[in-house]
Nanobody, 124 residues
Framework: QLQLSESGGRLVQTGGSLRLSCAAS????????MGWFRQAPGREREFVAA????????HYADSVQGRFAISRDNAQNILYLQMNNLKPDDTAVYYC?????????????????WGQGTQVTVSS
C-alpha cells in the first residue's frame, strides 16, 4: 500500500516556473516506478512524465519535452516535477501515480496508486 500527496500547484504567469512535489508514505517507495499526469477541464487525464524506480531513466510527453523534468529522492520518498517556461495549455490538475514495477508506463490504467491532485493555473 502506498499513499501519495501532491503539493506545489498555484497560479503562475506564462513563462514562469513551478516545482511540484509528491510525498509518498508506505513501504518500499523505491520499488515503484512513478508518473505525473494531468487533467484539464473537459479533457481526459493525460501522461506528462514518468521515471523508473531508480531514477536512471525517464520519459516525457512531447508537449512538455525540454520544459519539464521529473526526478525522485528515494531516501526522502519524494517525487518531483520541475516545470519551466509554463504555458496556458499547461493549466490542469496534476496527479502523481505509482506502479509496482522497475520500469515506467505512460498509460493511466497501468498505475495502481494515485494522489488527490494539485491545481496548476498558468495565466496568459
Amino acid at each position: 500500500q502506498l499513499q501519495l500527496s501532491e503539493s506545489g500547484g498555484r497560479l503562475v504567469q506564462t513563462g514562469g516556473s513551478l516545482r511540484l512535489s509528491c510525498a509518498a508514505s508506505g513501504r518500499d517507495f523505491s520499488s515503484y516506478a512513478m508518473g505525473w499526469f494531468r487533467q484539464a477541464p473537459g479533457r481526459e487525464r493525460e501522461f506528462v512524465a514518468a521515471i523508473t524506480w531508480s531514477g536512471s531513466n525517464s520519459h516525457y510527453a512531447d508537449s512538455v519535452q525540454g520544459r519539464f523534468a521529473i526526478s525522485r529522492d528515494n531516501a526522502q520518498n519524494i517525487l518531483y516535477l520541475q516545470m519551466n517556461n509554463l504555458k496556458p495549455d499547461d493549466t490542469a490538475v496534476y496527479y502523481c501515480a505509482a506502479v509496482l514495477s522497475t520500469w515506467y508506463y505512460t498509460g493511466t490504467h497501468n498505475y495502481d496508486y494515485w494522489g488527490q491532485g494539485t491545481q496548476v493555473t498558468v495565466s496568459s
